[in-house]
């Protein structure tokens, strides 16, 4: 079976762009989660998202924003980009809200220039 | 708020090595916890978790013991082999304060090296 599959897998960006990113959760979760981690730190939750709504929010300015779709699958978006929002983005898929194990994509490393 | 403490890196150990990775929380209430691996370049894989008070989570010879009366989750291998190089994270999981959804909490991560 596919595990979480991310788009794309690079991406460089220079400051005040905008950025989408995609993720596709496991068939059958209907939860998606996203992280952003930097380098050489934890992963940090960003949203959460489940049935199309949003669940859950991390500590991220407004800049950032996201979305879920009938099949479950998820965009976070991106505005104004600073170079500080260089990171690796992490998409997590669990079965339902109620679960508490959660499993990560491959990513999409960000870079701001 | 939750928070996890995991011991800091490098670590760096020969082939067959006892390996021990220290992992220590906060949290309110009664969290799931976990360890996650990333290998150079990837994202991150379940390795095991532990859901409940003295639970033993293991895979792949890596375990780890749920310790409630000291809050703590270490990590443990008798013997390390080179392609267990990588970071490990801890992670604990725990309803947020609404009640309404689970979020993952991270440690910093240890980054191990296993030497031939």
């Known amino acids: 079976d596919a595990g979480v599959t991310q788009s794309p897998t690079h991406l460089i960006k220079t400051r005040g762009q905008h950025v989408t990113l995609r993720c596709s959760p496991i068939?059958?979760?209907?939860?998606v989660s996203w992280y952003q981690q930097v380098l050489g730190q934890g992963p940090q939750f960003i949203f959460q998202?489940?049935?199309?709504?949003?669940?859950g929010r991390g500590n991220f300015p407004d800049r950032f924003s996201a979305r879920q779709f009938p099949n479950y699958s998820s965009e976070l978006n991106v505005n104004a980009l600073l170079l500080g929002d260089s990171a690796l983005y992490l998409c997590?898929?669990?079965?339902?809200?109620?679960?508490?194990?959660?499993?990560f994509g491959p990513g999409t490393r960000l870079t701001v220039l | 708020g939750d928070s996890v403490t995991q011991m800091e890196g490098p670590v760096t150990l020969s082939e067959e090595a006892f390996l021990t990775i220290n992992c220590t929380y906060t949290?309110?209430?009664?969290?799931?916890l976990f360890w996650y691996v990333q290998y150079p370049g990837e994202g991150l894989q379940l390795l095991l978790k532990?859901?409940?008070?003295?639970d033993k989570g293991s895979n792949k010879g890596f375990e780890a013991t749920y310790r409630k009366e000291t809050t703590s989750f270490h990590l443990e291998k008798g013997s390390v082999q080179v392609s267990d190089s990588a970071v490990y994270f801890c992670?604990?999981?725990?309803?947020?304060?609404?009640?309404?959804?689970?979020?993952?909490?991270f440690g910093k991560g240890t980054l191990l090296t296993v030497n031939p």
């Open positions: 997590a898929s669990s079965l339902e809200i109620s679960t508490d194990t959660q499993y």
């Open positions: 068939s059958g979760h209907k939860s």
């Open positions: 998202y489940y049935e199309k709504e949003e669940r």
């Open positions: 949290a309110t209430g009664y969290p799931s």
């Open positions: 532990a859901t409940k008070a003295d």
């Open positions: 992670a604990l999981s725990a309803l947020n304060s609404g009640g309404s959804n689970y979020k993952l909490t």
